[in-house]
């Protein structure tokens, strides 16, 4: 039967607008918790790349209920985290005539929910 069978259901998001090292300030935390106790501790992080996990999570959770029907009660976060995309590099005009370089960084980030308990 399907019973001993694993749900997983995934989401990623590509090129966001935000270095890896912001992101992963955020995934550290709720890596391995279950969908509720995740999107309370995301719901009180000042940081604007914890909307981006929230989000990202929700869509994964969505992903899982089409798929199979499975609630947010009945998951956790099996696997989470953030690559590194696209570097555009700029300038930025500095005394003198000179121009430094500076790297406006983006990143994709992956999350996987699942019921494994």
Request: net charge positive; glycine share 6%.
């Amino acid at each position: 039967g399907k019973e001993g069978l694993i749900m997983e259901s995934k989401s990623i998001q590509k090129d966001i607008r935000m270095p890896a090292r912001k992101l992963r300030r955020v995934i550290n935390v709720v890596r391995g918790k279950s969908v509720t106790e995740a999107r309370k501790i995301l719901k009180f992080m000042p940081y604007f790349a914890a909307r981006m996990v929230e989000k990202n999570l929700n869509a994964a959770v969505a992903n899982a209920a089409e798929k199979s029907g499975m609630t947010a009660e009945q998951l956790k976060i099996s696997e989470i985290y953030a690559d590194e995309s696209t570097t555009l590099k700029r300038g930025k005009p500095r005394a003198q005539g000179r121009i430094y370089k500076r790297f406006r960084r983006s990143s994709h980030l992956t999350v996987k929910v699942s019921d494994n308990k």
